[in-house]
């Protein structure tokens, strides 16, 4: 029997839709509409796909969204300067500044000057101390949102084996410290394996719940997961385009082969990714509550 899809898509549907309804809540009781800035330094066609993305939905969710684009050019203290002016808008709440960078400015010199109150990305390193020893923090979107899954789906993460392939600082470190701590929807023993684990089937077969970020299209074979595991599938690999040039993408699991073993299990497209910007949104909402 195939496992059951987690389907990101209706999930982050059903989160947007209590967005909506607390930012109405929000205007009519104190007056505030939560506020985004994205500033996106330059032309690459990804990050400006992804930039669009961002500024529709949060227009559609009733924010106050502001895109601000620079020319590729833009020297390091303009862009620092822009982002000091926005950390002392009231109007604004979140600020997201589109990565990557143009090669002469240094990404954490800029990310790290944003307020930490206004940082929904989740990657400054006060948040991230925050979320390591349980404080209330701006978790990372796709972390938060591979959460937010698990939760919704019923999925028992207390007391659960869970295995992290991959340790990026955007994927990887933070959702395994997400769902250790002593939280709903956390209580897990985790683990994380990555490039130099030895014998990287015998902890992926552990697994209860197996979240794979290894960025390696199929890296996941059906022989490494156990029966009736979960399985969150969060590659996003480009592999060919159709005849149409639309891309072809696929994960970072053995898909047709791991979805007859797991008992869930997320699809590629439609599963983590419609998360990410989701999450956003809620962090966006979350930090104009806190500030007023």
Request: net charge neutral; with cysteine.
């Amino acid at each position: 029997m195939s496992a059951k899809l987690i389907k990101g898509k209706e999930i982050a549907a059903q989160i947007r839709e209590e967005i909506k309804e607390q930012v109405l809540e929000l205007k009519k009781l104190k007056g505030i509409v939560p506020g985004l800035v994205t500033i996106l330094v330059g032309q690459d066609p990804a990050s400006e796909s992804y930039v669009r993305a961002k500024q529709k939905t949060s227009h559609e969710l009733g924010f106050h969204s502001v895109q601000e684009t620079l020319p590729a050019d833009t020297g390091q203290d303009d862009l620092l300067k822009m982002v000091w002016q926005y950390n002392q808008d009231e109007k604004i709440h979140g600020i997201l500044v589109q990565l990557p960078l143009p090669r002469h400015i240094d990404e954490n010199k800029v990310l790290y000057a944003i307020d930490p109150d206004k940082d929904v990305d989740g990657f400054h390193p006060v948040n991230v101390g925050r979320m390591v020893i349980g404080e209330p923090a701006f978790l990372p979107c796709t972390p938060y949102g591979i959460q937010q899954m698990l939760i919704r789906s019923g999925v028992q993460t207390e007391g659960a084996e869970v295995v992290v392939v991959g340790r990026s600082n955007i994927v990887g470190k933070p959702i395994a410290n997400i769902l250790l701590q002593k939280a709903a929807g956390a209580n897990a023993t985790v683990t994380i394996c990555h490039t130099r684990t030895k014998d990287m089937a015998a902890h992926t077969k552990r697994a209860d719940i197996l979240i794979v970020a290894a960025g390696k299209p199929g890296a996941i074979t059906a022989d490494m997961v156990k029966p009736g595991a979960v399985v969150i599938d969060v590659g996003v690999n480009e592999i060919g385009r159709t005849a149409e040039g639309k891309r072809i993408l696929k994960g970072d699991v053995d898909f047709e082969a791991v979805k007859e073993i797991a008992s869930a299990i997320t699809p590629v497209p439609g599963g983590v990714g419609p998360m990410t910007i989701t999450m956003l949104m809620l962090n966006t909402l979350q930090a104009a509550k806190r500030k007023n």
